[in-house]
């Protein structure tokens, strides 16, 4: 028979999401923001390069997708929800971008007397965003989320 976890212990784990929720959404806000600030024209180049369909509309949906969907990994809001179509951008890049370039998210390709010349990232950091995600969308957004304020106000009006 497993051991449930103490009260504290049970109340601690509602914290770990929260690291997981801060640095991730604000990765997702900055790659998204990264995006429009440059001009979708600009993202939509590299798209058609790349053979993606309906670029023009993939280079407006894509860094909406990654903004929005950062804000509301960030304030831990409907997190499985969220989780499917980031995964789905993470999925697109690491298979149109990154897969070529191997596994590692630095790749050193020389030296210079300036130091390291470092080339394309490999998937790497897209299998962490996707771990992350799919943590998010199974376990909860944790504490301090609208996730768990909405959960808390269910149970308050079951109650009643």
Known sequence: MANKPSIPEARAGQWAPLLLRLVMGYGFIVHGWVK?????ARFEALLTQLGVPFSKLMSWVVPFVELLGGVAVLAGAFAAIVAVPLIATMLTAMFSVHLKHGFS?????????DGPVFGPPGYELNLLYIAGLVALALGGAGAFSVDALMGHRRRLRARA
Not at 36 to 40: A, C, V
Not at 105 to 113: D, F, K, M, R, S
């Open 105 to 113: 998210a630095v790749n050193t390709v020389g030296l210079t007397a």
């Open 36 to 40: 429009l600030s440059r001009g979708p």
